[in-house]
C-alpha cells in the first residue's frame, strides 16, 4: 500500500496518532483524579472488558467516560512549505460523563465541576490539543441496587479537541519540460497580405 503521493492509493498518517480509545480514556481518568484528589483506582473507565465489582456506598468513586465524539464537519489542508507533507487539522466535540458515587459525591462532582475551570487545569487539557467548552449542571441520579439505593451524581463536560494528521502529500515545486506547439501566425499573416 501506497504511503506517499508518489503512488496511487490510499494514504495513511504519519507520525504521532492523537490519543484514542483506552488512551483517550485514560486522560479523562487522571483528569477527575487531578481535579478531585480521589484516587487513582476509584476513579474508573465507565466501560470496561471485565465489570469490576462496585465499591460499598459507603465509598466515594467515580464512574468517567467519552460519550461520543462530535467532529466539526469542515477540515482544513496545510501545505508543507517544503512541499513534502499535507496537515488535516479537524475539531471534535468530546462529551464526557463523569458520574460520581458515594457519601460525598455532589461534593467531589461540584469540585471537579469548578475545578476545571481554572486556567492552570485546563492547561492540562491544552497540552493534549484540547479545551474545556463547558461543564454541565450536576444533576442527581440515584440507583436503586439489591433494595438500597445508591447516590450518584453525574457531571457532563464537553471538550474541545484540535486533531492534526500529517499525509506525505508531495507538491510539484518545480519542473523541466519542452513544450512544443504549432503557431498559426504565418497562416494569418500570409491571408492578410492576400487580401490587401
Known amino acids: 500500500m501506497a504511503n506517499d503521493s508518489t503512488i496511487a492509493g490510499y494514504l495513511q498518517p504519519v507520525g504521532t496518532a492523537p490519543p484514542e480509545d483506552s488512551d483517550l480514556d485514560a486522560i479523562f481518568q487522571q483528569m477527575i483524579v487531578g481535579l478531585t484528589g480521589l484516587p487513582g483506582n476509584v476513579v ?32 482544513y489542508e496545510e501545505e508543507s512549505a517544503d512541499g513534502t507533507t499535507t496537515t488535516l487539522i479537524r475539531h471534535e466535540i468530546i462529551p464526557v460523563l463523569c458520574s460520581f458515587y458515594g ?5 467531589f462532582a461540584s469540585q471537579a465541576r469548578d475545578g476545571i475551570q481554572l486556567s492552570q487545569n485546563n492547561a492540562m487539557l491544552n497540552l493534549n490539543e484540547m479545551g474545556l ?14 433494595q438500597q439505593w445508591i447516590r450518584r451524581f453525574d457531571l457532563s463536560m464537553r ?24 503557431t498559426e501566425i504565418n497562416t494569418v499573416t500570409e491571408q492578410i497580405a492576400v487580401n490587401q
Do not use: F, H
Not at 466501560?47 to 468513586?61: G, L
Open 159 to 182: 471538550v474541545r479537541r484540535r486533531i492534526v494528521r500529517t499525509y506525505q502529500i508531495l507538491t510539484v515545486l518545480s519542473a523541466q519540460a519542452t513544450l512544443e506547439a504549432e
Open 44 to 75: 474508573r473507565p465507565r466501560w470496561q472488558p471485565t465489570v469490576p465489582k462496585q465499591p460499598e456506598p459507603t465509598v466515594n468513586w467515580c464512574a468517567v467516560g467519552v460519550m461520543d465524539i462530535e467532529p466539526d464537519p469542515y477540515v
Open 103 to 107: 457519601p460525598n459525591g455532589r461534593a
Open 133 to 146: 467548552v463547558e461543564a454541565s449542571r450536576i444533576t442527581p441520579v440515584p440507583e436503586l441496587v439489591n
